[in-house]
């Protein structure tokens, strides 16, 4: 991958939990980049610390959590060395994001417009008027029926489809270099997902903004993403662009994950299982955290770390086997 031309770059970022059970290892020297203009995937099981790797960039980590160690270029520039005054000038200006859940994400106190209007007063300081206005023409952008009305609603008078246009367009205000979607549709119907996916996927072009896109389900990334990472367990276990991942997969997770997609015609019959389960990551497996699923695992697997190899230029496989 071209270096010139990286706008996110996260470089062995490990975020850690402290609790009375224990230290959380939720992120174990994750690395990826994101390239200007792409829709980057992250992908994997619920609890693998995908939505952690998002507060991290953010730095909205909270207690009992820390980032231990690593760095979050943006354009170069370590995000966390900033302060958060820094962040929060950061924040919804060149990196925006938008959540699972625009219900809880949402200001129930104030009106949707206010609320998509607000970081044009804050990272621009334009006036209320004219920050109004430009929130009702985003929100025409998305979709939204009659955006002028549906403006003077609050977030409770709007569907789940709705809300979830409301925070594309508060994401979207202030024309973001990078646009993190955590799972935005994972609480939608499959008729809304899809006008979702493919409004983001247009916003995205106009706007030449890159994505970071979250989530649990490899559906989505063959329909969105231009490369995937997957993860498990804190750790990333493969990378390369999405044709790649689906035609010939390495690591022995990432096939696992897609032999238990269903194909369209098997009625789910040949599905398969992976057996046991996601491990807790306060006392996570030695050595690869996958090996004690793992069908190929030997002793090396359980004594030390796999380091990320390429197998082919832009594809690499974090495993013993390679």
Request: contains cysteine; charged residues 20%; hydrophobic residues 40%.
């Amino acid at each position: 991958m071209e270096t010139a031309n990286v706008l996110l770059a996260v470089e062995n970022l490990k975020t850690q939990f402290f609790t009375y059970g224990g230290v959380v290892e939720a992120l174990d020297e994750v690395s990826f980049g994101i390239i200007e203009g792409e829709v980057f995937g992250l992908v994997g099981e619920s609890g693998c610390g995908k939505s952690v790797t998002a507060s991290s960039i953010l730095g909205l980590v909270q207690k009992p959590g820390k980032v231990i160690s690593g760095r979050v270029l943006l354009d170069g520039d370590d995000l966390l060395q900033k302060t958060e005054k820094e962040m929060n000038a950061i924040r919804g200006s060149r990196i925006s994001i938008i959540f699972q859940d625009p219900t809880s994400s949402l200001n129930p106190l104030f009106k949707i417009g206010y609320q998509v209007a607000e970081p044009y007063i804050y990272h621009q300081g334009k006036a209320k008027k004219a920050a109004s206005n430009e929130a009702v023409s985003i929100l025409k952008q998305t979709g939204l029926p009659d955006p002028r009305d549906k403006a003077k609603n609050y977030p409770h008078e709007l569907s789940g489809g709705m809300r979830q246009r409301a925070m594309i367009a508060m994401a979207l205000t202030c024309e973001p270099d990078l646009l993190i979607a955590d799972e935005p549709t994972t609480n939608l119907d499959v008729t809304i997902e899809r006008q979702i996916l493919n409004l983001v996927k247009d916003l995205q072009e106009e706007f030449g903004t890159s994505v970071l896109w979250i989530t649990h389900d490899l559906g989505v990334i063959a329909q969105i993403c231009d490369r995937v990472a997957v993860m498990y367990a804190g750790s990333i276990v493969e990378q390369a662009d999405v044709r790649t991942v689906f035609r010939s997969p390495k690591h022995p997770y990432t096939q696992k994950l897609l032999r238990a997609i269903p194909a369209a015609d098997s009625a789910g019959e040949n599905l398969e299982e992976i057996p046991g389960s996601v491990p807790r990551l306060i006392n996570p497996p030695s050595g690869c955290r996958f090996h004690p699923r793992c069908d190929h695992a030997t002793s090396v697997c359980s004594e030390k770390k796999p380091i990320e190899l390429e197998v082919s230029p832009g594809h690499t496989v974090a495993c013993h086997l390679f």
